[in-house]
């Protein structure tokens, strides 16, 4: 049978053992895979390379369409962009699927039923990496989410569960904090879990959701987040399954995947035959089901399985007196093979059947709404005085039909009518709305063209709209 060409990356730290201890398991289990390896990370990045990858990696991903990824190290400071996050953006890797599964009584846990898969938007949120300094005292972090985003990643959730014959899919979000961002996520959620009426759906504010899956894992069955909440919870997740170092990841796109361990480079033990490969083993677990060698998987997890219930344990999750015996790295990549043709006889034997990839309608762009600007939010560095003092100066600018309306320091309105006990920062928020509720582009230029002419210090402007008549922008605090 014709072999399938895969992307390999050894990493850094720890990571180019337990890629060896990997591939060396797979090779043994007969998988057809042709591997290319490329060079990422840390070299990479300390060569001049501030992303961490190169052009012919990237050849070789479009190429291959699958890569199966060792941790890297980013180096801090200086500009370095996570490799992880442009690599996941660039090629369109919208869904990270993390299964975490406990293994008891062989692997220590609290939650010996936990069986649960966190589905993370993988390219958006926090994570698009917009980050301004904006005053001497503040900086700003832009939180972006879209409909087209939220329908994929949603849509996949539900998919998913169908397929695996799960039957709860529930969300995570803060919408009652970010109405409009979370919020929008939340009620796509609703919309498209509307059409799964197979499958029970329910949704939590995630700082308790966060609480309840980790005192009762056991409630939750599949669930879906914004990309922030789920890059947290899905290493919580994972850790009171039993370890972070066990839980392998896919990153899925509608043309490429990339699969990779859970954890991090953990160069404090690099070299030292110390590192559990499971969390990555089970992420290239994860690839043979994608590429269609859903037998050797079979085979590689059933074995895998085998010798956790025998005991033969690495450092992370070895146990006196339940352990057998206390492998490193290559021992336990050995260990496995060895068991490679066996099945657990405690814990449950996997059984995979061949299944094409997910396939997902691409989500339709909506028409377009009526958009109406009606106000501004102008952003001033001011370190002069009390907003009681800025409001006048504001309101002397401010043109009749585009007063000033309010502003806020940190979110929280100061003027007019604000507390005294409200700390203040230098950078104000300042929001002038027309009084006939609509607005010319021009009247806002001039505007910041008086603010300018008068001394201040304008750093950002944010055009505030309405959609169909509804508000675009939030309320204010206080």
């Not at 090629?91 to 898969?117: E, I, K, S």
């Not at 069955?221 to 919580?236: A, E, K, R, T």
């Not at 070299?271 to 490969?277: I, K």
């Not at 504001?394 to 100061?414: C, E, F, M, S, Y």
Request: include cysteine; charge should be negative; glycine fraction near 8%.
């Amino acid at each position: 049978m014709s072999k399938t060409p895969i992307t390999v990356a050894y990493g850094d730290g720890i990571g180019p053992e337990i890629m060896k201890a990997t591939l060396r398991v797979l090779e043994a289990a007969s998988a057809r895979l042709a591997p290319e390896v490329i060079e990422i990370g840390e070299k990479v990045y300390l060569a001049g390379n501030n992303s961490g990858i190169g052009s012919a990696a990237w050849e070789s991903l479009r190429r291959t369409r699958v890569f199966l990824k060792a941790p890297i190290t980013t180096p801090q400071g200086n500009g370095y962009k996570s490799l992880n996050v442009s690599t996941r953006k660039a090629l369109g890797l919208y869904a990270n699927v993390r299964p975490c599964l406990a293994y008891a009584p062989f692997v220590p846990t609290r939650h010996p039923a936990m069986d649960v898969v966190i589905v993370r938007e993988n390219e958006e949120d926090l994570y698009a990496g917009i980050e301004h300094r904006q005053t001497d005292e503040v900086y700003q972090c832009l939180k972006l989410i879209t409909r087209p985003g939220c329908e994929r990643i949603v849509r996949y959730a539900f998919e998913y569960a169908r397929r695996q014959g799960r039957k709860r899919v529930t969300c995570f979000v803060k919408d009652n904090i970010m109405k409009l961002t979370d919020g929008l996520f939340h009620r796509v959620f609703d919309e498209i879990g509307a059409e799964y009426p197979d499958i029970v759906r329910d949704s939590m504010i995630v700082d308790i959701g966060a609480a309840r899956l980790a005192d009762t894992p056991e409630r939750f069955d599949v669930i879906v987040m914004p990309n922030l909440y789920g890059d947290i919870l899905s290493d919580v997740a994972a850790q009171i399954a039993g370890s972070v170092g066990m839980a392998g990841s896919a990153n899925i796109g509608d043309q490429c995947a990339m699969f990779e361990a859970i954890h991090g480079s953990a160069p404090d033990i690099a070299g030292q035959d110390l590192a559990n490969p499971s969390g990555l083993l089970n992420g290239a677990v994860q690839m043979l089901l994608h590429v269609g060698q859903a037998d050797v998987a079979e085979r590689v997890h059933n074995a895998w399985l085998r010798t956790l219930e025998e005991g033969l344990h690495t450092a992370d999750i070895y146990r006196d007196g339940q352990s057998y015996a206390r492998l490193g790295t290559q021992d336990f990549a050995d260990a496995v093979i060895a068991r490679l043709g066996k099945k657990p006889e405690v814990l449950k034997a996997v059984s995979y059947t061949e299944q094409a990839p997910l396939v997902l309608p691409t989500p339709v762009r909506q028409a377009p709404l009526h958009k109406q600007l009606v106000g501004v939010d102008v952003f001033l560095q001011w370190r002069e005085g009390k907003p009681e003092q800025l409001g006048p100066q504001l309101q002397a600018v401010a043109a009749p039909d585009l007063p000033l309306h309010l502003i806020t320091n940190r979110g929280v309105k100061v003027w007019p009518q604000g507390f005294p006990e409200t700390f203040c920062v230098d950078h104000w928020r300042c929001r002038f709305t027309a009084t006939a509720g609509t607005l010319c582009f021009k009247e806002v230029l001039a505007l910041q063209e008086r603010l300018h002419a008068e001394g201040f210090d304008v750093v950002k402007t944010e055009n505030l709209y309405t959609f169909d008549g509804a508000p675009g922008y939030a309320a204010v605090h206080g």
